[in-house]
């Protein structure tokens, strides 16, 4: 928790003279101007503030409005307890970096902090006190539009994302006037819904709970962070914002979690539909019962709290529990002391805009992935005609992504204007030839005529950023609407075609990779996407990006991770009866930590010790990394673990750790990927932790293809 100033004496001083409706009203947040994901917003916002019946308001930002709202609550409000102000900052607020699963792609932690904490001072300075941010959610399916908002596929990444964001947003003192109180979501599992779609139910084993979708929300708690939101969904039958167990003895007891827990957008109301509270006052009740201190815009906790406290559903020592956390938050924040500080820093947040663009156009960079180059990148410098064609080549609103904060269209660089920058001796023929996601074949003659002239076509194809996100899952996630059409004209002329692809998912791409001379996977990058994209493309920039999620051949694959058992028939066993598709194959299209460079990358060597460890031993990995040329760059290569036999079946692969280096050509270099032994404890069959004397296998390499791992043994003696 981030320690701050609690005034222990002030919140039992106001818990003592509060009103029942004013407790409540500390346990409510509504949405201040304009509803975002769900139900209506609530009227009268102004009224509700003056009666203490809102203690915190959710999509509002601007210094003026929001000191006019804290002036309502601290002035005409009758106990002056100021508001909690938050909105989802989740990549950025007025500058806008890549979308989560794009900077996961950096695997760059002290880039995650960077960006959090620069979009910190922006939402700080526009009077925002807390984001719903960061989103944790191990994500293994893109059929769930919600993985564009996630870390990607894997726990250790999620984790140490979790780390990182906290420290941004938060900083060391949560009283700071640029922090922001992180709020930890959506508690849990919720990246497992059923068949990807948005807010279906959720069966996970415990123990996939505990190994995979846990583990980011307990470091998240560790790094301090001063919030969590439970996701819509259920586990195994009990909706998360009621689940006493997850929320109350793991997350507060288990984990030690005493910060505050606030509903996701009027999912207490939504206990009803789930069909587990008859009414507003049963649903409050088990809500409250579970742990969840604020209601967010379902008027459950206002309208639904008396009658259970009279029907004895709840007690007021629960209800004060409640207010109690929330004030602590208030202080912590430095609410009590000044409401008014944060929104009035313009002058210092507009004095470093141009460090900010630059922030993000090095992390949109690294965030794009190379996925396939036969050698037509980085573009030949004397290139006459290019063919910049595609719906995403010119579609600024689109580079914001699903969740765009305070950012705006006009401030965001595309790849056309980017490209007439950085080449302007070149000919830029461009032609959107169809929509993102529409029928019209209108354009697509002239893209050809374009096409047939270029020396490169530059094809810009993929999503809109509302075909991801919330509410946005994806039974065919592939190219929308005729793009594939084009796509096959395109790629029909025999011209040196570059496939771009904006997108908030891995997309199902049929052929396109194969027949393309190259694809990049841009994701949406924010403000400087267009910079980010051309830098790549000229070879101002070596591509670094690494995928965070394994991206499928097929719908038909998902979900689909490295990180799986063995099954007793493996599919490269050759056998006829083996765990195999027979209409397509099981590897993906591109493993977890694919990426190209424009250097080439060895593994030279491999060394590991001691030979033989015991739990409170550091073991030490070492591989020497050589760039072959011929251009300098960064190679990030991956540590995975593997325990070929244990009292439960352990995964091929688990990722323990990720290290980059950067080498100009010719150059050599060691990589340490230091791992205490007591990292290799697993869960054993009764789900209590262990630690096993046997083989350990070691494979360090630049994605989770085996092809490409180098694999060293240790062996593990037990205590
Ligand atoms: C939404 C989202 C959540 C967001 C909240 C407030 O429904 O599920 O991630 O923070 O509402 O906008």
């Not at 969904?233 to 003895?249: K, Q, S």
């Not at 397509?584 to 060895?602: D, R």
């Not at 789900?687 to 490409?708: C, I, N, T, W, Y």
Request: overall charge negative; charged content about 20%; proline content about 7%.
């Amino acid at each position: 928790m981030a320690k701050g100033r609690v005034n222990m004496g002030r919140i039992d001083r106001l818990l003592a003279e509060m009103t029942l409706e004013e407790k409540l009203g500390q346990l409510s947040m509504s949405a201040a101007e304009f509803a975002v994901t769900g139900p209506t917003s609530a009227q009268g916002i102004a009224e509700s503030i003056r009666a203490g019946r809102a203690g915190g308001l959710l999509n509002i930002w601007g210094g003026e409005r929001t000191r006019a709202m804290q002036r309502l609550a601290l002035e005409e409000s009758r106990l002056g307890i100021p508001l909690l102000i938050g909105f989802d900052v989740l990549h950025g607020h007025k500058t806008i970096f890549p979308i989560p699963l794009a900077e996961a792609a950096t695997f760059a932690p002290l880039l995650w902090e960077r960006t959090a904490r620069v979009a910190a001072e922006e939402a700080a300075c526009d009077g925002v006190n807390m984001t719903f941010a960061p989103m944790l959610d191990v994500a293994r399916d893109p059929r769930w539009g919600r993985i564009a908002e996630s870390p990607g596929e894997d726990p250790w990444v999620a984790a140490r994302f979790a780390e990182a964001k906290v420290r941004g947003f938060q900083s060391s003192d949560l009283a700071a006037v640029d922090a922001i109180a992180a709020t930890a979501k959506h508690f849990c599992a919720y990246g497992a819904v059923l068949a990807g779609r948005d807010y279906a139910p959720v069966d996970v084993s415990e123990r996939l709970l505990r190994e995979v979708y846990l583990p980011p929300f307990a470091a998240a708690v560790a790094a301090g962070c001063a919030a969590v939101m439970p996701g819509f969904n259920d586990v195994n039958g009990v909706p998360m914002t009621a689940h006493v167990d997850l929320l109350r003895d793991w997350l507060r007891q288990e984990s030690g979690f005493e910060g505050v827990v606030i509903s996701d957008y009027n999912a207490i109301a939504e206990l009803m539909t789930q069909g587990v509270a008859v009414d507003l006052a049963e649903a409050a009740s088990l809500a409250l019962t579970a742990g969840v201190d604020i209601d967010m815009m379902s008027g459950a906790y206002l309208c639904g709290l008396p009658a259970a406290l009279s029907r004895g559903l709840v007690g007021m020592d629960q209800i004060d529990l409640a207010v109690g956390r929330v004030l602590a938050l208030k202080e912590r924040l430095g609410l009590f002391e000044d409401p008014y500080r944060r929104g009035s820093q313009n002058a210092l947040v507009a004095s470093r805009r141009g460090l900010r663009r630059d922030l993000a156009r090095d992390v949109a960079r690294r965030a794009i992935v190379l996925l396939a180059n036969d050698g037509v990148l980085p573009l030949a410098r004397d290139l006459r005609k290019i063919a910049l064609i595609g719906p995403l080549a010119d579609a600024a609103a689109e580079m914001l992504g699903p969740w765009p904060g305070a950012g705006q269209a006009g401030d965001c660089v595309t790849i056309r204007q980017a490209l007439t920058e950085a080449l302007p001796e070149a000919e830029i023929l461009y032609e959107p030839a169809v929509g993102i996601d529409d029928r019209d074949a209108s354009g697509v003659a002239a893209a050809l005529r374009f096409c047939r002239d270029a020396d490169v076509v530059l094809l810009c194809l993929g999503e809109s950023a509302h075909m991801s996100g919330e509410a946005a899952s994806r039974a065919k996630p592939g190219l929308p609407g005729i793009q594939n059409d084009l796509a096959r004209a395109v790629l029909a002329l025999d011209r040196p075609v570059v496939a771009i692809i904006g997108s908030g998912r891995p997309l199902i791409l049929p052929d396109l990779v194969e027949k393309a001379q190259a694809t990049l996977a841009t994701w949406f990058l924010g403000s400087e996407a267009g910079h980010a994209i051309v830098d790549v493309l000229t070879g101002a920039f070596n591509p670094v990006g690494r995928l965070p999620v394994t991206w499928p051949h097929d719908v038909g694959q998902i979900p689909i991770n490295f990180s799986v058992r063995q099954t007793g028939r493996p599919a490269d066993s050759g056998a006829p009866y083996a765990s195999k598709y027979i209409d397509m194959p099981t590897e993906p299209l591109f493993p977890f930590g694919h990426g190209l460079s424009y250097s080439c990358f060895i593994v030279a060597s491999l060394h590991a010790e001691p030979e033989c460890f015991r739990p409170d031993d550091e073991i030490s990995i070492a591989a020497e990394v050589s760039n072959l040329g011929p251009f300098a760059g960064e190679e990030t290569l991956f540590l995975f673990v593997r325990d070929p036999i244990a009292s439960v079946a352990r995964p091929l692969l688990e990722l323990k750790g990720v290290a980059k280096i950067a080498l100009a050509p010719g150059e050599s270099g060691i990589l340490r990927f230091p791992l205490p032994a007591r990292s290799l404890c697993f869960l054993g069959a009764d789900l209590a932790p262990r630690f096993e004397p046997g083989e350990f296998r070691f494979f360090v390499g630049p994605s989770a293809d085996p092809a490409h791992l180098a694999c060293v043994t240790l062996r593990a003696l037990s205590d």
